[in-house]
């Protein structure tokens, strides 16, 4: 159930309903929207009581009951955009934020490079894996904690925010120290026990699409993370599994527009991991833009070619910052504007 409040109601009065929520036996999510806090009643309405009788009380508007499973991510219980803030870099509603960098942290010199020229072109989220989930047990794992100490120095020099991923749940703690925003992998897209460790850091979460996941299943995963108490959560398409061969992943921009709607949550588009070729990046950007997405997550390195990982869809520097360059109008005709 939701209980939408009356504009302008004060703090006390909002904690009354909290306590009065408690009290019938559910657990209460206050959401404090710019115009109107809502507070969502998560129990089991078939064993407790109905919340309509906190009708009587002043401040409420209206209780109804939220149809979707995904109740705290949905749009039926806070309809205006979340804003994630990431240290100050605020993604969400108007604001349009590029998170750009290698796919896997490799050395100083390459991190540093890369870290410098996504900041040129407009980036203000420097990406990089220092976990990486490879599919062979021979291929390069990534430098992990030393992968994150290049992190460390690739914002000390540049002032960029980090977003790198976290593979299990032993690591969530020692990865919070390097990282702004958690990212949590499409191989990694249900495991519950590591969405519920990285809802506790109250780190600004990053959660992809499992390759094989249904939209619905995709928003309940995000539900783990609002329900254990972290509000800022970033929806991310990083493209399915399909029968296509022409592209590593088929990505999905009908989800993109699809989780704008049913959720309130920022979408991400992951164009790179999306359809894994480094010459389609460009145009893939264009269209996440045009339908909605509040992010970009781009894959970037100095030498492609020469890359420990994903080589294929990375683009170079040029070619990042041209499409950078390029995406204005397509930001202008949605109002959405860099930051
Ligand atoms: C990545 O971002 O490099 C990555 C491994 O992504 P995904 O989990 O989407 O495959
Ligand atoms: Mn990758």
């Not at 990375?314 to 860099?338: M, T, W, Y």
Request: charged share 25%; glycine share 8%; proline share 4%.
């Amino acid at each position: 159930m939701i209980v939408i409040l009356k504009p302008k109601t004060s703090k006390e009065q909002i904690q009354e309903v909290v306590q009065e929520v408690q009290k019938l036996g559910y657990t209460p999510h206050p959401i404090y929207g710019e115009l109107q806090t809502v507070v969502a009643a998560i129990g089991d309405e078939r064993t407790h009581h109905t919340l309509e009788s906190l009708t009587v009380l002043p401040q409420v508007e209206r209780v109804l009951p939220v149809q979707k499973r995904y109740k705290l991510v949905s749009r039926e219980s806070k309809p205006e955009d979340t804003v994630v803030d990431v240290d100050g870099i605020r993604i969400g509603g108007e604001n349009f934020v590029v998170m750009a960098g290698p796919c896997s942290v490799e050395s100083e010199e390459q991190l540093i490079s890369t870290a410098r020229a996504v900041k040129a072109a407009g980036a203000k989220i420097l990406r990089g894996g220092a976990y990486k989930p490879r599919t062979s047990p021979y291929e390069f794992q990534g430098l992990g904690r030393e992968g994150l100490r290049l992190l460390a120095a690739a914002k000390k020099e540049t002032g960029l925010k980090i977003i790198t991923e976290v593979l299990s749940e032993r690591d969530v703690e020692h990865v919070c120290e390097t990282a702004d925003v958690l990212q949590v992998g499409a191989r990694n897209a249900q495991n519950f026990q590591l969405l519920i460790e990285c809802a506790k850091s109250r780190k600004p979460v990053l959660l992809k699409r499992g390759m094989s996941e249904r939209i619905e299943e995709w928003l309940l995963a995000a539900e783990y993370i609002l329900a254990n108490g972290n509000q800022s959560v970033l929806l991310c398409e990083r493209g399915i599994r399909t029968f296509e061969t022409y592209t590593r992943n088929t990505l999905d921009l009908a989800a993109v527009a699809i989780a704008k709607k049913e959720s309130h949550l920022p979408v991400v588009v992951d164009p790179s991991q999306g359809c894994g070729r480094a010459d389609l990046v460009k145009v893939l950007c264009r269209g996440a833009v045009a339908i909605g997405a509040n992010a970009l997550l781009v894959e970037v390195h100095p030498h492609p070619a020469e890359a420990l990982s994903d080589g294929q869809q990375q683009v170079d520097f040029e070619v990042f910052s041209q499409l950078i360059s390029e995406l204005g109008p397509f930001l202008n005709a949605i109002n959405r504007k860099l930051v």
